[in-house]
């Protein structure tokens, strides 16, 4: 075996050393992140806080935002399932059951050229539309949110950076970023984040005694171990404060919708709808990101995973959508957030334009549509084209860390920028670049 000498080593260091310090340049970063060679980023956009409304099992493109030629469930005549109506925008086409959007598209961008190589799993897609990458055995990336919370922190005192409205998974989590920039998630609209909600069975006074014999008992540790200095300590100190600051009632009444008017409640309708209602109020206050799903009370019965008789009672989840987007929009728009406010809906893949035996639709990457709404982007209904049964991108095709560096871009980060798993360093996005025309003046 032959032992390297000392300036080998020394010198295997210093490579590695100047690499990282050359990728941490801007241009070399640019250069890194264009497969065609350099190209300036477009300019920062403005946006302060970014809604991602989560349609998980996969929206139908073709029976939503991209229409194309109709088609038949029934004699499995492949093509769009409902009728096409036009919009404010001249040329641009929703499905018949997205009215409200369609009067709203002149401050919407479809993009309808997005795709990627995962069909057949839904956790693998939802993890590469949440991460931008694929999943690895070496590395868990973090989710957009997360990367979003560790670029921009809170937008405002005592409220956390990244909020999920639904349940929690690994793919929406913070990956090698660790918990700081992690997500704070309810279920249930009327009860807050999970943990967070104190029992009714605990009063104040039952409170105030429980905080005393902890602090207590913390001080009694840091005298026997030393830990006062430990990392652990202060960690578990700032973790410990802060669900106490967040626990308490400043940032608590935030969900206590029952102070909105009772016509704006009605306006946004049912529980999805109150879910986008809270989410104004937490933009309100401060939060900069936040993920609603879509994932409860499905009137179809399977949800956007449109196979076999999901599909037949689909208009009602795209009636739902329509009306919470556009009254979310509506309510930001009244109170100065919308121009502020990016709103992205988004799902792991599309569907393909051909029918099942039972009358659904399987699951396809190679195009699909995500939506942006408002941040101050120069939209223009939509971007990009696909082939007569939206099956491929015909015009502009965008990659998802394309969409993941337009949507950081919107909220003013750079999406060269390297983040670090331990010393290895990681652009925030996977050799993404913005869409530039949404960012002309």
């Known amino acids: 075996m032959t032992i390297p000498l000392k300036h080998d080593i020394a010198r295997r260091v210093f490579l590695k050393q100047a690499a990282v310090g050359a990728l941490s340049t801007p241009l070399a970063r640019q250069l890194v992140a264009s497969e065609s060679g350099y190209r300036p980023l477009p300019p920062a956009g403005n946006a302060e806080h970014c809604v ?236 900069r990101f936040i993920e609603v799903s879509h994932n409860l009370n499905f009137v179809n019965g399977t949800g956007w995973d449109t196979h076999n008789e999901g599909q037949r009672k689909q208009h009602l989840l795209i009636r739902q959508l329509d009306n919470a987007v556009a009254t979310l929009m509506d309510d930001l728009e009244s109170k100065k957030l919308l121009d502020r406010t990016l709103i992205v809906i988004g799902s792991e893949f599309g569907r393909p334009a051909g029918f099942d035996s039972g009358g659904g639709r399987g699951h396809q990457g190679s195009t699909f549509t995500m939506v942006l709404a408002g941040g101050g982007l120069n939209h223009c209904g939509a971007y990009g084209e696909t082939d007569e049964l939206s099956k491929t991108p015909v015009e502009h095709p965008v990659s998802i860390p394309d969409f993941h560096a337009t949507v950081h871009r919107a909220l003013g980060i750079d999406p060269t920028e390297m983040l670090y798993a331990g010393e290895r360093p990681v652009p925030i996005t996977d050799g993404g670049y913005p869409i530039a025309s949404l960012f002309e003046t």
Not at 126 to 154: D, E, K, L, M, W
Not at 204 to 232: I, K, N, V
Request: one cysteine or more; hydrophobic letters at 35%; glycine letters at 10%.
């Open 52 to 287: 991602f409304i989560w349609l998980g099992g996969g929206m139908s493109q073709i029976d939503t935002f991209d229409p194309k030629r109709r088609g038949d469930p029934k004699k499995r005549t492949p093509g769009s399932d409902y009728a096409a109506i036009e919009t404010v925008v001249p040329g641009v086409q929703v499905c018949e059951h997205l009215p409200q959007i369609a009067e709203r598209m002149d401050r919407v961008t479809a993009v309808r050229t997005v795709h990627h190589d995962v069909v057949d799993e839904h956790a693998a897609a939802t993890n590469r539309v949440h991460t931008g990458r694929p999943t690895t055995g070496t590395i868990v990336y973090p989710s957009i949110g997360s990367i979003v919370a560790n670029q921009r922190g809170a937008a405002g005192d005592g409220v956390p950076a990244y909020v999920l409205i639904g349940y929690p998974n690994v793919t929406r989590s913070s990956g090698f970023l660790g918990a700081k920039d992690n997500f704070l998630y309810l279920t249930d609209t009327q009860q807050g984040p999970a943990g967070l909600a104190r029992p009714d069975f605990v009063t104040d006074e039952r409170a105030s005694r429980r905080s005393r014999l902890l602090d207590s008992l913390r001080a009694g540790l840091r005298a026997q171990t030393g830990w006062q200095d430990a990392s652990s300590m202060r960690s578990y100190d700032e973790a410990l404060l802060e669900s106490r600051r967040l626990s308490g009632p400043e940032f608590m009444s935030v969900f206590d919708l029952d102070r909105e008017p009772d016509d704006l409640r009605n306006r946004y309708d049912d529980e999805f709808g109150q879910r986008c209602l809270l989410t104004r109020r937490l933009i309100e206050r401060g939060v």
